[in-house]
Every structure is written in C-alpha cells, then in structure tokens.
C-alpha cells in the first residue's frame, strides 16, 4: 500500500424510552492496558466461551498498523465498531456489541483507532479527520475482501467519526451514532480547565495530568482548534439521504447531554432518534435497552436493503 507522508506527527510530552423514540490509557503497552486487555479477555470469554476471534492488522494511510478482531458468522455483511475518546476495542460496549451481532448472525469488527489501544502513531486529542481515515481504510480493506459493510456503529467520539465518514463517504448506507457530540465547544473547560484557549495559544499545548499528577496526554494548540473546527451541523446535513441514519442517547447522559441527540435529529435527512430513558454516557445498567435498540435497527435496515 502507498502511504502518504503528509501525515502530522506530534511529539509525546517529555518524558459520548423517548422515540422522536472506563478509560485505558493511550499507553498500549502500559502495565493499566494489559491489567484491561486481561480483564476485557475473561468477561469475553465469559459472554461467549470457546469462540476465538480473528486478529486483524489493517494499514492506514499514514503506514500505520491498526489492530482490530473479527467476530465471524456465516454471513459476508459486517458491522465495524468504533469506540470513544480514550477507550479501545476492548471497551465493555465494543464488547458487548460485537457479541451480540455474531449471536445474531452478523459479523462485526471492533478495531483501535490509530493511538489508542494496540494500534500504532501516537495518541491526539482531537484527531477526528484522522480517525475517518482511519475508518475508511478498515472499509477498504472488507470491501476489498468482497465483504459487504452493513453499517458503522460509533459511541461518543467514535458516533461523530461515524457520521464525519457519511458525510464525506456514500459507500456506507446505515449508520448508528451513539452518544455522538453534535456542539464541539462543550466539555472541553471541564477537560481542560479555564482559560485554555489563552494558554494553549501562549504556550502551544496543555499538559492533562490525573488526580494523582501522572501525566496522561498532551493537548496541542492543532489539534484544539482541529475540534473546535469540526462542524458537526455541517457534516449532518451533508449525509446521503439515501443513508439512514440512527442515533441513541441516554436521557441522563453526564458527558454529553441529550440535547445534542435532538439537534442531529433535526439535521439528518433520514434519521431515527431513540433516547433511553435513565442511561447514562456509558449505557450502565442500560446495556440490555441499548443492544435491543441496535439490533432492531440494523435488522430492520438489512431487510429493506
């Protein structure tokens, strides 16, 4: 594959029912992430014992490896699942998805985006145009092996690269945006703190450190104003009619309120809004609601097409 050198690297630190309807740390081989890798491991076997999924390396056009695992069934059409800010493949929900779809006969493929979890290049805050990238060459690569790509499935950060990618992409025709942000100047002053516009433009970057003062990650002036650019209104009205679109919000969402679920609602041409009464961001003790919601949707969807 011909990769492109254009591709910005930025240097380390020294050392996301109404019908209208945790973290693994960037550090992939961090002694936090294998505990999690572990942990992640048991519960699947758990949820699904004696199956065994497919390790897959995937190029991206910035020549690096993006780690992913294929849950198998007996159909070519496949879902690819794409987690959140700061999370992996590994993440419970990811999980839990995957597994569920297989169960019902569909393939799924939950991958790392590029600096997170096992895949190569560096972690970055914003980075949204990166991961459709991302995404795009996991597409190719199915596509290219005669697999039919049912739908992109996104959580958090993961719902805006999923609709990002249907407003730049029209080889996809379902998409479901969990949790997805719509108003990308919120959150960040609890992320970041006050003032961060002025210190990240007088010294260039934001240092984020944790309770305990380790440090977890670097946020550039580039890559701020990266997301503070992405214009999610603008990517909604630019998806295909012909896509349709799902989103699912949880009512007591405490990362990103479930006004911004009603906001792509009013956006998106063809798009169907399910909001979870009393789940939270990460769908906890709601997990049941939320892979019913899915699996109704994409059923539906793949018997229309």
């Known amino acids: ?42 519960n699947s076997l758990h949820l699904n014992p004696g199956v065994e999924q497919k390790r897959i390396v995937i190029q991206n056009k910035c020549c690096e490896k993006l780690v992913g695992l294929l ?3 007996a159909s070519k059409q496949i879902v690819i699942l794409c987690h ?13 998805l995957a597994f569920a779809l297989e169960k019902h ?5 939950r991958f790392d985006f590029s600096g997170n979890g096992e895949s190569e290049g560096l972690f970055q805050f914003g980075n949204y145009s990166k991961e459709v990238d991302d995404l795009h060459a996991v597409i190719q690569h199915f596509t290219a092996e005669n697999r039919v790509i049912s739908a992109i499935l ?11 990618y249907a407003s730049l992409h029209h080889d996809v025709h379902t998409v479901i945006n969990v949790s997805g942000r719509y108003k990308m100047d919120r959150g960040i002053e609890e992320r970041l703190g006050k003032d961060y516009l002025e210190r990240v433009k007088r010294d260039g970057f934001i240092d984020i450190k944790s309770k305990q003062g380790a440090f977890l990650f670097r946020v550039t002036e580039e890559s701020l104003m990266e997301r503070l650019n992405t214009n999610m209104h603008e990517a909604g009205l630019k998806v295909d009619p012909s896509c349709k679109v799902l989103t699912v919000h949880g009512s007591v969402d405490e990362v990103i309120p479930v006004e911004d679920a009603l906001q792509f609602d009013k956006i998106i041409p063809n798009h169907e809004l399910r909001i979870i009464e009393g789940a939270d961001h990460g769908y906890n003790n709601h997990r049941d609601e939320l892979l019913s919601v899915v699996l109704a949707f994409l ?3 793949m018997l229309r097409a």
């Open 71 to 73: 849950h198998e069934s």
């Open 154 to 164: 996104g959580h958090s950060k993961g719902g805006n690269v999923v609709v990002l």
């Open 299 to 301: 059923k539906d969807n």
């Open 1 to 42: 594959m011909f990769c492109l050198s254009s591709c910005s690297v930025l240097l380390p630190a020294a050392s996301k029912s109404l019908k209208i309807g945790l973290h693994i740390n960037n550090q992939s081989h961090s002694l936090q992430y294998l505990k999690t890798e572990m942990a992640t491991t048991t």
């Open 105 to 109: 006969g569909i393939s799924a493929f």
């Open 84 to 96: 959140g800010f700061r999370d992996s493949k590994n993440y419970s929900m990811m999980v839990e």
